[in-house]
């Protein structure tokens, strides 16, 4: 008799799965607009909320407003009354490949005790400043490191993590060209 252990790692997947299957007969519902609106504060400072977005055929609104301030640090003469951009790129980064993680976790019956995520990105601000016209504005690189304490081996933990980047919306938005327009009214 094998003892049965349950897994719990906070991830409906029953309802994930459900919501697949879903999707996959109706795939017009799969279409999602998300949305941030961002307000100008004084200098370098801005802050953005997050109320609602479409998807499943409709609007939708978030249980409450989500506001995020940015700002640069006082070594770029500003304020540094929230993190920067380019810092907030990371956290979604890492906040997405971590969801998946546990998504993943919890769908091949492996306990996650801890996961925490140390993430990176090289920056030569040359490009930003005019300094360097052939200096990249962006990242020249970046370095996601986690660690993992888990009721898995180390090649399980590895193929959660390749599946999780393989998943995640935010990797893919990082790693691939996106198409961008910007108007003003």
């Not at 801005?46 to 939708?60: A, D």
């Not at 995020?68 to 770029?76: G, I, T």
Request: hydrophobic fraction near 40%.
């Amino acid at each position: 008799m094998s003892e049965t252990t349950v897994v719990n790692n906070g991830v409906n997947v029953e309802a994930l799965l459900g919501a697949r299957e879903a999707l996959s007969e109706a795939p017009e519902a799969a279409k999602f607009l998300w949305r941030a609106s961002c307000e100008w504060k004084n200098g370098t400072h801005s802050k953005t909320s997050v109320e609602g977005y479409f998807g499943l055929g409709s609007e939708q609104v978030h249980k409450k407003t989500f506001s995020f301030d940015a700002d640069h640090p006082e070594v770029f003469a500003s304020e540094d009354n929230g993190a920067t951009p380019v810092e907030i790129v990371l956290v979604g980064l890492a906040s997405c490949l971590t969801a998946g993680i546990a998504a993943v976790a919890q769908h091949r019956d492996i306990q996650l005790r801890s996961c925490k995520a140390t993430i990176e990105g090289g920056m030569d601000i040359q490009g930003i400043l005019g300094v360097d016209a052939d200096v990249r504005n962006g990242f020249d690189g970046i370095n996601v490191h986690y660690d993992i304490d888990a009721d898995a081996t180390p090649d399980e933990i590895r193929a959660l993590v390749a599946q999780s980047q393989k998943r995640s919306a935010v990797y893919d938005i990082v790693t691939n060209p996106t198409n961008v327009s910007v108007e003003v009214n």
